[in-house]
């Protein structure tokens, strides 16, 4: 059948058209939305406020009440839980004490028999030297007895025949009225014994406690900083461990400072008490010695046992000269050994020392005077350590960041001609 002149007919294609596929759709699609997007304007520049230096300041004001709120937060939680504070400190001053014997046992036996033989050693050192003190005391006292009365009579009578005292009354009138006065505030008495056999019963707990865990730090201390440590991420530990090692030095030599600190009054007691010719100096010595170790308390105790020592057995007169030399070599203690001694075994100025006992007996009292060195010491050791950690990594970080950073800082700075040229 052949075909006619009107019949329609289809033209070939010039060109074949090339498919699209779903991902380039897509794309055109994104870019067609974005083009219709209305342009986003850049926010000009914050404003900032004051000088450069004001800034910088109030930043630091800002950090500066960020720590003293923290610091406030830790002495209140503190205030908590004294009693687990005081047999921690203890434990960790225990600890430090013990431990160099330890490890010198530890050459010929197991560890945990080293460290049970070095506690045992303490104990029986202790235990000597308070022995000592006691039995020479028991062998004297008959004498010590007889003297302090007639110690006491000669005291009586210095007082009465002075002209500035004679108004006063007589020895026994101020007995009769000191018996008098006892007995009308003997209720108050009673309630300030009961709180002070609290306080005794809260001491007792806290060196048993303080015992226990001196045990478990002496013979587990490494396993139980293996733990800590495990809870850290694991590119810390250098940091974590040199930290905690700087803390560890500071508050070794603390303990160090303390000891050195006591065996120098000591000494200076037994020479001073020998000089003056008052028996039993050598035991009087080792009073001073072991008191020399609780704060304010101990040596308070040893100048009255020692004033009264004198009083029975020479009299009033070399009493009171005991009694001004004690306190001289407290003040000795309290204002040249201790910032000297303790102070370079922790690495702090004798004026700094000073100021952070005065402030830690603001803040907490006896105890706040007690821990306050320590505490400072291993601060400003963690600080100064960690801080040069930090300078000693920077330049090492510095080569790894830089091809990371770079691509950041080339876009950024891309960024800024062609949005000029948009």
Known sequence: MAMT?????????????????????????????T???????????????????????GDLAWKLIGIGLAVALALYVVSLVQLVFVALFLALVFTTVLLPLGDLYDRVMPRGLAMAASLLTAVLAVGGLVTYVVSSVVSRWEELATEFGTG?????????????????????????????????????????????????AEGATAVVLAIFCTVFFLTQGGRMWQWVLSLVPADRHDRWQAAASAGWTAFSGFTRGMFFVALADGVLA??????????????????????AFVPMIGPVAAIVISALVALAAKGPVLALVVLIGMIVVAQIDANVLQ?????????????????????????????????????????????ST????????????????APTLAPTQAAAQGAAPAHEAD
């Open 152 to 200: 006491l009579t000669d005291l009586a009578e210095l007082l009465t025949g002075n002209p500035l005292l004679a108004g006063l009354g007589t020895p026994s009138e101020w007995l009769a009225d000191g018996g008098a006065w006892l007995q009308a505030n003997a209720g108050d008495y009673v309630g300030t014994a009961a709180e002070s056999a609290g306080s005794i």
């Open 270 to 291: 037994g020479v001073f008490l020998s000089v003056v010719g008052v028996p039993l100096a050598l035991p009087l010595s080792v009073v001073v010695f072991l008191g």
């Open 339 to 383: 910032p000297l001694i303790t102070g370079k075994q922790v690495s702090l100025h004798p004026v700094v020392m000073a100021l952070v006992v005065a402030g830690g007996s603001v803040l907490g009292g006896l105890l706040g005077a007690v821990v306050a060195v320590p505490l400072t010491a291993v601060t400003w050791a963690v600080i």
């Open 5 to 33: 002149a009107d019949a329609p007919t289809v033209a070939p294609t010039t060109a074949a058209e090339s498919p699209t596929t779903p991902q380039q759709d897509a794309g055109e699609q994104d870019a067609r939305e």
């Open 386 to 401: 960690l801080r040069k950690k930090a300078l000693t990594l920077a330049p090492t970080l510095a080569p790894t960041l």
């Open 35 to 57: 083009a219709q997007r209305p342009a986003v304007q850049e926010l000009p520049p914050r404003a900032e406020f004051g000088a450069p230096w004001i800034r910088s300041t």
